[in-house]
């Protein structure tokens, strides 16, 4: 097993294409992480850069579902490195735990980047799509495990809303 700091983080600076995370599953079963999420991905985060300060584009999430996707619990799971709601559980490498500005580009615009999607959405932005989630919490300000209890308020997708709750107002 790589130490943090085994792979100098600006190796990765020139790496092409881009880096993936699964905070998730991370919390849940650390052992089994090179077999189920593949080598590359356990000696990035091993090595430290999976914090995305080796200027890497780092997308938050999954193409296989061995863990649940809810958005609210997988950004602040990524902050925290423990599984949201239980604060006695020790975090799992917590020198890899994402600040809250990286964990939201995580889930937005890094993961629109890693999905060669930038040129259309990823960002509010003229002549973007009109894709976005409205939460009851701020993603920027709220502590982690209040962040994962709260609700998504609604879902616009390409301008059209998806989903809203009632009790917005």
Known sequence: MLE?????????????GNLGMQPRAQPRDQD??????GVLPALLRRAGVAKGDAGAVLGLGSDWPIAP???LPILAEAQLRRRA??????????GQALTALQALEGYTSHAARAAGQW????SITVGKRADFTAFELDPLTAAPDELAA???????VDG?????????G
């Open 160 to 168: 059209r809303i998806q989903s809203m709750l009632d009790r917005i």
């Open 119 to 122: 040129d259309v959405s990823g």
């Open 85 to 94: 709601g239980h604060p006695d559980q020790a975090p799992v490498l917590p």
């Open 150 to 156: 709260s609700a998504v308020l609604g879902t616009i």
């Open 69 to 71: 996707f809810e958005p």
């Open 4 to 16: 943090p700091g085994t792979i100098p983080k600006c190796l990765f600076a020139r790496v092409p």
């Open 32 to 37: 089994l992480q090179p077999e189920v999420e």
